[in-house]
């Protein structure tokens, strides 16, 4: 698959994580057999040369990063944030939508917070394309006393959208997208459950982080969304699932109980 990303920049001390997250992807994705088109990292390319890479490439899809809004999504620049796509929102001054290019992929995955409630639903809606991302603030814990690159606790959380994107690269359907992610959200949450059973003469500090990746891990998969055109499809079980389950119990029950079994 031809992928584009987007990850500026090393100006931003939180965005600076997901550069790092971003590189391990990069090289797993080409040791597949799938081609990078364009990597913004710079720091320095404004919405206007992103606008242009999408135009002139076409990936079929974009991986991208940047903080995030329900209704907008920012790539951080020397200068500080600016806004990339948006729909209309008076908060920010914003009088119009804004999805300049997005209509040259197939699939995006913005990590950014909040994103998923509305921008991403309504891309998806008026582009037809498939959408991923978050529908809380996207969190992680670090260790101050490490580099983004070694920090054990924040690479916890770039795996699991790591292999989303990467299930997302391999064209599996949206609903074994999210499993994917899914499952690694709790191999990551077993990880530090485990450590936790282990080590319980560790450091106060060293549990307090495990037990916060622990939530945070938990959090983030609950907050994991994706969209193709005009459905929407969250991790968990949905409403209408758990009315199912909850009647045929009940009527499971009724029956039992009606037989004299219970």
Request: with cysteine; charged share 25%.
């Amino acid at each position: 698959m031809r992928i584009g990303l987007v990850r500026q920049s090393e100006y931003d001390e939180a965005v600076r994580y997901a550069v790092v997250w971003f590189s391990w992807f990069k090289e797993d994705a080409k040791s597949k057999g799938h081609e990078i088109v364009f990597d913004i990292y710079d720091g320095n390319t404004p919405p206007s040369e992103i606008y242009k890479a999408l135009e002139e490439n076409s990936p079929d899809f974009l991986y991208y990063t940047g903080h995030g809004d329900t209704r907008e999504v920012t790539t951080s620049l020397a200068s500080g944030l600016t806004f990339v796509w948006w729909l209309a929102d008076p908060r920010y001054g914003l009088d119009s939508d804004n999805l300049t290019s997005l209509d040259k992929v197939r699939h995006v995955f913005m990590l950014s917070c909040l994103c998923g409630r509305e921008l991403l639903p309504e891309i998806s809606r008026r582009l037809g394309i498939y959408t991923y991302g978050f529908t809380e603030e996207f969190c992680w814990v670090v260790d101050p006393d490490y580099t983004p690159e070694e920090d054990p606790y924040a690479r916890s959380f770039g795996i699991p959208c790591n292999d989303l994107a990467m299930a997302i690269a391999s064209g599996k359907s949206l609903e074994d997208c999210l499993l994917v992610a899914g499952n690694s959200f709790d191999s990551q949450i077993d990880y530090w459950e485990d450590w936790i059973v282990n080590n319980p003469d560790a450091p106060k500090s060293q549990l307090v982080r495990a037990k916060l990746c622990v939530s945070l891990l938990d959090a983030n998969k609950k907050a994991l969304v994706g969209y193709k055109p005009g459905v929407p499809i969250e991790m968990g079980i949905p409403l209408g699932v758990l009315l199912m389950i909850f009647f045929l119990v009940m009527i499971v029950y009724g029956l039992a109980k009606r037989s004299g079994k219970i």
